[in-house]
C-alpha cells in the first residue's frame, strides 16, 4: 500500500515530486516548502526575463501579448496591466466547483515547475504561491473551462488570480472567502509571471497521479474480488497456476494470477470439491480469465504510470526559459500525451467493472450458482436478496461504458484558431475520476455478494484471506445472511471499505497468516 499519507511535508526542488507527494499534498493536507537550490534556479530563471524585458527586441510572453495577439509588442509601463488582464481574463471556469484534491494537485504542480527555473518568475511569485498552498488556501476552480491547450489553462488562472488577492477561495477549514479575505499578501505580477502561473498540463496531470494511486489499490481489490467469487461459486484454481499463467509472459498478468492464488490458499471450500468426482473442468470467463483481464489492466496502467513520471519530470511552459538561457517558444503545453492515458485507463476501467458485475451476477442465477439459493436471498420469494444490487452494479457498469468513449479524440479549435488543435485532456481526466468512482461501488458490490456467499456454504470454511474480508464486513455493520434490510447504506459501506484499501489490506494481511 502507498505511504503517501505518512508525509507530513513536500519539499519542492528542482527535480520532479512524485506521485505520492501529490496524494500527500493534494489529499491528505501536507504542507509545502521550496528548496533553497528551487529558489536559486528561480533568481537565475528570472535574470534572463529581467535582461530582455529591456531589450528593444519584442520578445513573447514578455514584451508581447498572447496567442492570437503574439506580434502585438506591448510598452514597458503597460506590462503589468498585461500580466493582470491575462489572469482575469483566464479565470473563465463555471459549473460546480472542482474538488479540493483536484485544485492542490494541480497547484503543487504548477509550483514544482516553477521550481525549476524555467518559467522566469521572480522568487518571491514562487514562495507566494507555496505559502498559499502550504496554508491550505485553495482557489474555487470550476468543471468546465479548459481545453488541455495550452494546458489547463482556465483552472490554472483561478489559482493564479487568487495570488493576486483576487477571487474565491476557501480556506483549509472549507469556508468560502474572497482572496483578499485569507489573509495572503496580494503579488503584483511583472513580465512574463502571468504566463507562468497559467500554462502548463498540471490540472489534468493531477489527476492522473491520483487517479493511478486510486487503481493501484482498486486493481489489488479486483483481483481479491475475483478470488472470493472463484471460491464461493466452487469455481476451479487450477488455471491460475503460475506455470499456464507463464505461458503468455506478460508482468501484470502474472501479477494478478499470483495474487489470486494467494488469496485462495488455504480454502476449505476449495479443498472440498477437488475429488475424483468433481467435473468442474472449466469455468465462466469472468472467473477463469480473471487474470488476463486484470493483468491487462495492470499494464495499462503502468504505462500510463510511466507517462506521468515523464510529465511530472517536465517544465511545461510557453516560452520556456532553456538551460543556457534562451527564450523559446515551443508546443510542449499541448496535453495529448496525458490525455491519451487518462483515456485509455478509463477503458480499462470500464472493463474491469464489466468483468466484476458478471461475477456478481452469477450468484443470484440458481442455475449458475452452484447450490445457492435464489438470489441469495433468506427466503426466496418473500425477500429480494442481493437482486437489486446487481442492478445497481448494472447501471454503474452502462455508465462507466459511455465514460470510456475517448475524451482526446475531440478537438474544438479556438484563439481565432492559432490553437486550432486542442487536446481536451482536462475532460479525460473529469471523467476518469467518475469512472474510478464506479469501479470501487461496482467491486464493493462483488465482495458484499461473494462474502454472503461465503456464509451460505457455511460449515465449509473460506481461506483465510477471503475470510479476513468477510470479517472486515461484518465488523463495519455489513450484516450476512438473512431477511432483507435496507441496502444501500451497506453499500456504501462496501464502497467505503473498497476504495479506502481495507478490503485490499485485510485480504493480504491474512493470505500471510
Known amino acids: 500500500m502507498s505511504t503517501s499519507t505518512a508525509i507530513d511535508a513536500v519539499v519542492v526542488g528542482t527535480g520532479p515530486v512524485t506521485v505520492d507527494d501529490v496524494v500527500a499534498v493534494a489529499r491528505h493536507g501536507a504542507g509545502v516548502r521550496l528548496s533553497d537550490e528551487a529558489l536559486e534556479a528561480v533568481g537565475h530563471g528570472r535574470a534572463v526575463v529581467d535582461l530582455l524585458a529591456a531589450d528593444t527586441h519584442p520578445h513573447y510572453g514578455i514584451s508581447t501579448g498572447f496567442g492570437a495577439l503574439a506580434t502585438l509588442s506591448i510598452p514597458a509601463e503597460k506590462r503589468r496591466d498585461l500580466q493582470r488582464s491575462l489572469v482575469r481574463s483566464h479565470a473563465a471556469s463555471t459549473g460546480p466547483e472542482v474538488e479540493r484534491e483536484v485544485v492542490r494537485a494541480l497547484m503543487l504542480l504548477r509550483l514544482s515547475t516553477l521550481a525549476t527555473g524555467r518559467t522566469g518568475v521572480r522568487p518571491e511569485v514562487a514562495t507566494a504561491y507555496a505559502a498559499m498552498l502550504d496554508a491550505g488556501v485553495t482557489p474555487v476552480v470550476r468543471e468546465y473551462g479548459s481545453l488541455g491547450c495550452s494546458g489547463d489553462l482556465a483552472p490554472l488562472a483561478h489559482c493564479a488570480l487568487a495570488l493576486m488577492g483576487e477571487g474565491e477561495v476557501r480556506d483549509a477549514a472549507g469556508t468560502p472567502m474572497s482572496a483578499a479575505q485569507a489573509g495572503l499578501t496580494p503579488v503584483t505580477l511583472t513580465e512574463k509571471e502571468g504566463l507562468a502561473l497559467i500554462n502548463g498540463t498540471d490540472g489534468m496531470l493531477g489527476m492522473l497521479a491520483l487517479a493511478l494511486h486510486d487503481l493501484e489499490n482498486l486493481l489489488t481489490t479486483a483481483d481479491v474480488a475475483a478470488a472470493m467469487s472463484v471460491e464461493s461459486l466452487l469455481g476451479t484454481d487450477a488455471v491460475f497456476a503460475a506455470d499456464l499463467q507463464g505461458l503468455r509472459p506478460h508482468p501484470g498478468q502474472a501479477v494478478s494470477a499470483a495474487t489470486i492464488r494467494s488469496v485462495l490458499r488455504g480454502s476449505g471450500i476449495m479443498a472440498s470439491h477437488k475429488t475424483p468426482d468433481c467435473t468442474r473442468v472449466q469455468d465462466a470467463y469472468s472467473l477463469r480469465c480473471a487474470p488476463q ?35 523559446e517558444s515551443n508546443g510542449n503545453f499541448h496535453g495529448a500525451p496525458v490525455a491519451y492515458v487518462l483515456d485509455f485507463l478509463a477503458i480499462v476501467v470500464a472493463d474491469v ?50 465514460l470510456a468513449t475517448p ?16 487536446s481536451m485532456g482536462w475532460h479525460a481526466a473529469r471523467k476518469l475520476r467518475r469512472s474510478v468512482d464506479a469501479l470501487t461501488r461496482v467491486l464493493g458490490i462483488e465482495v458484499l455478494t461473494a462474502a454472503r456467499a461465503l456464509d451460505l456454504r457455511a460449515p465449509l470454511q473460506p481461506s483465510p484471506a477471503t475470510g479476513a474480508v468477510r470479517d472486515l464486513l461484518r465488523r463495519r455493520g455489513i450484516p450476512g445472511p438473512g431477511p432483507d434490510t435496507y441496502l444501500s447504506p451497506d453499500l456504501e459501506t462496501a464502497a467505503e471499505a473498497v476504495r479506502s484499501g481495507a478490503v485490499a489490506q485485510a485480504a493480504l494481511e491474512g493470505a500471510r497468516r
Not at 293 to 310: I, Q, S
Open 293 to 327: 483481464v486484470h493483468g491487462a489492466a495492470r499494464d495499462t496502467l503502468a504505462h500510463a504510470r510511466a507517462v506521468a513520471e515523464r510529465e511530472l519530470a517536465a517544465a511545461v511552459d510557453n516560452p520556456v526559459i532553456t538551460p543556457d538561457g534562451r527564450v
Open 353 to 402: 467493472a464489466s468483468m466484476s458485475e458478471r461475477r456478481t451476477d452469477r450468484f443470484l442465477d440458481v442455475s449458475r450458482s452452484h447450490g445457492l439459493p435464489p438470489f441469495l436471498a433468506h427466503d426466496p420469494g418473500v425477500d429480494s436478496g442481493l437482486m437489486i444490487a446487481q442492478y445497481t452494479a448494472a447501471g454503474l457498469v452502462s455508465e462507466l461504458k459511455r
Open 407 to 422: 475524451a482526446s479524440v475531440d478537438s474544438i479549435p479556438s484563439s481565432a484558431m492559432q490553437e486550432d488543435h486542442v
